[in-house]
T-cell receptor
């Protein structure tokens, strides 16, 4: 079945550091790819998405590019802030495959220190 | 703007008791999803509704679990004869419908079974 693998955490960075969180997937069809973020004490929020190969999703300074050849969707940010401290989840959804349910990775906890 | 709401936010119960959770999706969203999230893991799909019809259930959804969406608006998730292994965060999400894949999540109901 479909699955998502993301880098183990936790990740601890200093403010203004560069962030990469790796995400790879396996899917039988042509999924859409997502990054969700969960801030402390809050629900999951969509951060960005990409629906086809070579698409780049971006939001709040975060970017991720849908790479079909490497089945990857790595999350990057050039300069992190303390307010980016959260748990980040990579996910896929098989569009047109019925339920279009989300399949999530295990999450990567990011802590940004001032 | 009202997002997805869930009630209660927290529930503590004793093993063997029944519990029921409610989810109110974003109005006009046809699809409603239930997920379960345990500590240190990503959310896992439980079931989904297209309007009032329950169209897919995960094998995670044992026969002690039942979900309804009687009028195609709010949904309930009931767990009968709760077990300690049911302790988790139960998340509800909604989306507009087929081919509109963005799911919006509620804050979740945290269940603790003693």
């Amino acid at each position: 079945g479909d699955s998502v693998t993301q880098m183990e955490g936790p990740v601890t960075l200093s403010e203004e550091a560069f962030l990469t969180i790796n995400c790879t997937y396996t899917a039988t069809g042509y999924p859409s790819l997502f990054w969700y973020v969960q801030y402390p004490g809050e629900g999951l929020q969509l951060l960005l998405k990409a629906t086809k190969a070579d698409d780049k999703g971006s939001n709040k300074g975060f970017e991720a590019t849908y790479r079909k050849e490497t089945t990857s969707f790595h999350l990057e940010k050039g300069s992190v802030q303390v307010s980016d401290s959260a748990v980040y989840f990579c996910a896929l959804s098989e569009i047109g495959g019925g339920s279009e349910k989300l399949v999530f990775g295990k999450g990567t906890k990011l802590t940004v220190n001032p | 703007d009202t997002g997805v709401s869930q009630d209660p936010r927290h529930k503590i119960t004793k093993r063997g008791q029944n519990v029921t959770f409610r989810c109110d999706p974003i109005s006009e969203h046809n699809r409603l999803y239930w997920y379960r999230q345990t500590l240190g893991q990503g959310p896992e799909f439980l079931t989904y509704f297209q309007n009032e019809a329950q169209l897919e259930k995960s094998r995670l959804l044992s026969d002690r679990f039942s979900a309804e969406r009687p009028k195609g608006s709010f949904s309930t998730l009931e767990i009968q004869r709760t077990e300690q292994g049911d302790s988790a965060m139960y998340l509800c999400a909604s989306s507009l419908g087929r081919y509109e894949e963005t799911q919006y999540f509620g804050p979740g109901t945290r269940l603790l079974v003693l």
